[in-house]
Every structure is written in structure tokens, then in C-alpha cells.
């Protein structure tokens, strides 16, 4: 999980971001409660959307309090949590665990091997409660490498794999909910996935590390980029209009309309600046 | 099956929005957890199911949906291409209606000719999973291989839809909350700490 998915802070009303926040720091509570220390690190805020649209979708009941925390010392924090940030934090310690196993098993890095070790009985734990879910995220997470290694060209269809993953994950209860929340997450997970492709798209060409845009066929990989992500936010604004979701809707109005907007913007035009500055550099050089 | 206007209580032409709220209240009111132990629990339980639907059947309408509702009524859709339809693009069509698009899908690559109909329903079933990009480009094909067919055209139609949609709600949120952050704005705002500046004895922009 890589944070795409955020808010636009300076559009929301301060009683909006209060209660952003207090869900943030409900998860990173229900973290340490249930998984330790350390398993706040693992703190992300796509989860935190995941929150917002199962709360807002189920009306659990919700507890808030305020108090201090490690992270801030100095004032109070508003924390609101309800059953929902129990199910985050377990996913949370799920993925971000596997996906460090990952780390280790390709590129055989020592950092992820040692973050590893602090998260390994929180891992158990989360999986124990959770099994099925675990189940996907593994499967998924094999079917992805399978795809890296037989250098598949398809944007599409590995973002599918992570999308169908995300899918998994926001199903929450197996009631007619089900396929709507689906749905979301697939839109979700495709466009966190081609966002991240196209942000490490430099890295990867320096290292010769997969990434579907090196293979595609295009010589335009921004616009097709952006093609794709605009597409998939699309489908994603879609499938949430259909849930009845009432409270906290602003907010989720605020990251899929502006948010998730301006992230997106900041990594298709970052690109864009390093050509500039690249073109800008060789006409000096010409000109001298 | 009820009229699902009538079971949630609203007008015709309601909104979208009034639909969520009228959904919201009556699942409260009849939720199962109210009756537990309570004689009227299965009379509940059997509205709360309706209301649910009606409320599916409403959000899945006509207009918007992909494959697997009301919208993919072959019986009174495909009457325009019956002449070329053949009973394995029915069987393709009855799949998709139950969401069943991987069966479809095999189907589909397990024929030899493309024609207009093909590319029609590869799109919906290209949708349904999540290839929205590939979905696009086969509904153009079809529209492009029979352009008066009108189940093709509306399918495209709807993806097209999906995008705009999109771009005018997110326009409009960012117009409401940030009202006048245009260049528009911007211009005026500096004429106008210009003039605040000269009054106080400075100047902002020194050529007017």
C-alpha cells in the first residue's frame, strides 16, 4: 500500500479534517492495541480510506475519545474507533507483511528481512483472524510475480490482478453488499497500482526492474498513463455513487474529486518538469 | 416484484440522492437486529429484503449499469441483431446476465468469426471484469462495424457517460469549494491589493 489515495486537506471544512484525522489515529490505535508497537509503522492512508467507506456504508458504532499519543506528545488527539479499524488494522499488518516477504524473496533486501522479524507474531495473529483474507493476498501477491516474470506488457491485466485483490479486501461481510464493494476496490486497486507503476517508472528503468510501461507498446507512456488512471477514477466515482452513503460522504467526495486528483497530477507532472528541465539544460548547452 | 419507487416510499423523479436517504430510513426501521426477539421478525426481515431491492433495482437502472441487470435484457434488446444472433451468442448473453463473464469470455474466444455482436459483448464482459480500456475499444468496434445497431451504441454511450460524469462532478466540487481560483480571480484580486497599496501610500504593481 503506497498512500495515493488522499485527502486534499485545504478543501475540507476543519470538522471534515477532525474527523479524517480521528479515524487515521483510530487505526494506528487499533494497531497497537492488537498488534503492538512497532505494527503502527506499517500506518498507511489508503486504509484509512478503506474505514471511511465501510463506516460510512455499515454505521457502526463508533467511539471517540481524546487522548495523547507517542507521535504527539503535545496535544490531545481526537480518536474515533469502531469494529471497522479492528478489520483495517489486521489487513494493514497482512499486507504490509507479506508484501515485505515479497521484498525479501525478490530482491533479496536485508531491510525488509529485518522488518520482518518485529511483525512476525503480529502477522500470526492477523492471520489467525482472518485466514481467508490472507489467503487472497498471498495468492494475489504470487500471481503478480508470476506476471513480472513472464514480463507481461498489459497494464491492465496486472493492475487487474491488485485491483481484484483491493476487491477482496473491502468485502467486509458476505452479505448484497458484496459486489458493489467489490467493484470499488477493483477500481481502487488498478488505479493504485498504475499510479505506483507510472511513479516508479525512472527507478525501475535505472535498475532494469519490471514495470509493464517499460514493455507497453506506446511511445506516449504518460498520456497512456493517464488515460488509464483517469478511466479507472472514473469507474471507481461510479460504483461509489451507487452505495447510500450518507455520513462522512463529503470527505469521500473530497479524496475522490480533488485528493486522489492532485496526487495524481503531482506524479504525472513530475515527470513532465525533469523533461523540462532536461530540454531547458540541453538548449543552454546548445546555445553556448 | 413491487414497484421500487413504491417500496421505498419516494417520487418518480426522485434523486439519486433521495433514493440513498429513503433507502437509509426504511433499512433502520425494518433492520432484523430491531426484531430479534420479537414476533413481527420475519414480516421484518421479508421488508427489509424488499427494500433492499427495490433499492438494488433503482442504483442498477437502465442507465448505468454493466452487464448483469435489467439493461441486458437480450429478449427485448437484441431484436436488432436477431438475424445474425446465433444460439452461442444467446448462451453468451444469458451468462452475462448472471455475471458469469469468465464462462462468457470462453465462449466468446472459442468462436472463429467477429462480427459487430462479438465485439459488442466482449466489451461487456471486458467491463464487468475490470478492463475498462479494453472494454472502450471493443465497444467502438462494434459501434464502428454497425453503426445503426442501438444496444451497441447505448453501451458506449453508458462508458462514455462513466467518464464525463466524473469530470463534471469533480469540476464542480473543485469550482464549489475553491470559487474564483481561475486566473479570473487571481487578476482581480491583485488589482485589488494593488489599490489597497496605493491607498496606503506603497504600490503593488508599479504600472498602474
Known amino acids: ?288 | 416484484m413491487r414497484d421500487p419507487y413504491e417500496v421505498l416510499g419516494i417520487d418518480r423523479n426522485a434523486s439519486k440522492d433521495d433514493i440513498k436517504k429513503a433507502y437509509r430510513e426504511l433499512a433502520k426501521k425494518y433492520h432484523p437486529d430491531r426484531y430479534s426477539d420479537n414476533p413481527l421478525n420475519d414480516l421484518a426481515e421479508e421488508k427489509f429484503r424488499e427494500v433492499k431491492e427495490a433499492y438494488d433495482t433503482l442504483m442498477n437502472g437502465a442507465n448505468d449499469s454493466f452487464g448483469g441487470s435489467s439493461s441486458y435484457n437480450y429478449n427485448d434488446n437484441s431484436r436488432y441483431s436477431s438475424s445474425s444472433s446465433s444460439s452461442e451468442f444467446t448462451s453468451v448473453r444469458s451468462y452475462i446476465q448472471v455475471r458469469r463473464f469468465q464462462d462468457a469470455i470462453r465462449m466468446l474466444n472459442g468462436m472463429s468469426t467477429k462480427s459487430g455482436e462479438w465485439y459488442y459483448l466482449m466489451s461487456v464482459c471486458l467491463v464487468g471484469t475490470g478492463y475498462t480500456n479494453q472494454g472502450f475499444e471493443y465497444a467502438r468496434t462494434a459501434v464502428n462495424m454497425e453503426p445503426n445497431n442501438m444496444e451497441y451504441r447505448n453501451h458506449l454511450t453508458r462508458l462514455q457517460n462513466v467518464q464525463s460524469g466524473y469530470q463534471s462532478r469533480a469540476y464542480q466540487y473543485n469550482r464549489g469549494g475553491a470559487g474564483g481560483n481561475d486566473t479570473c480571480g487571481c487578476c482581480t484580486q491583485l488589482i485589488c491589493a494593488d489599490c489597497l497599496c496605493e491607498c496606503l501610500g506603497g504600490d503593488l504593481i508599479s504600472c498602474c
Request: charged share 30%; with cysteine.
Open chain 1, 1 to 288: 500500500m503506497f498512500g495515493y489515495v488522499q485527502i486534499d486537506k485545504m478543501e475540507l471544512k476543519v470538522r471534515e479534517y477532525m474527523t479524517y484525522k480521528g479515524y487515521y489515529c483510530g487505526l494506528c490505535m487499533a494497531l497497537k492495541k492488537n498488534y503492538g508497537q512497532l505494527s503502527r509503522l506499517t500506518l498507511n492512508y489508503d486504509m484509512t480510506y478503506l474505514i471511511l467507506i465501510l463506516t460510512s456504508l455499515y454505521e457502526p458504532e463508533s467511539h471517540c475519545k481524546q487522548s495523547r499519543c507517542i507521535a504527539h506528545p503535545q496535544n490531545k488527539q481526537l480518536i474515533i474507533e469502531n469494529e471497522v479499524s479492528q478489520y483495517a488494522a489486521a489487513i494493514n499488518v497482512l499486507l504490509a507483511y507479506n508484501n515485505l516477504k515479497d521484498n525479501w524473496k525478490d530482491e533479496h533486501s536485508i531491510k525488509s528481512l529485518l522488518a520482518m522479524a518485529p511483525l512476525k507474531r503480529a502477522y500470526k495473529k492477523a492471520s489467525k483472524r482472518y485466514p481467508h483474507k490472507n489467503k487472497v493476498i498471498i495468492e494475489s501477491l504470487e500471481t503478480l510475480e508470476a506476471l513480472e516474470k513472464e514480463k507481461c506488457n498489459d497494464v491492465e491485466k496486472v493492475a487487474s490482478v491488485f485491483g481484484r485483490l483491493m476487491g477482496e479486501l473491502l468485502v467486509y461481510k458476505d452479505d448484497n453488499w458484496k459486489t458493489y464493494l467489490h467493484n470499488i476496490g477493483l477500481y481502487m486497486g488498478k488505479y493504485i497500482y498504475i499510479l505506483d507503476a507510472y511513479d516508479d517508472l525512472e527507478r525501475d528503468k535505472k535498475n532494469k526492474s519490471y514495470n509493464p510501461f517499460l514493455l507497453c507498446e506506446t511511445d506516449d507512456v504518460k498520456g497512456y498513463a493517464e488515460h488509464l488512471l483517469q478511466l479507472n477514477v472514473s469507474f471507481l466515482d461510479h460504483e461509489i455513487e451507487k452505495l447510500p452513503l450518507i455520513h462522512e460522504k463529503t470527505i469521500l467526495d473530497n479524496i475522490i474529486y480533488s485528493g486522489m486528483k492532485n496526487k495524481m497530477r503531482s506524479i504525472l507532472d513530475k515527470d513532465n518538469c525533469k523533461q523540462c528541465k532536461a530540454k531547458t539544460q540541453n538548449t543552454r548547452r546548445k546555445m553556448t
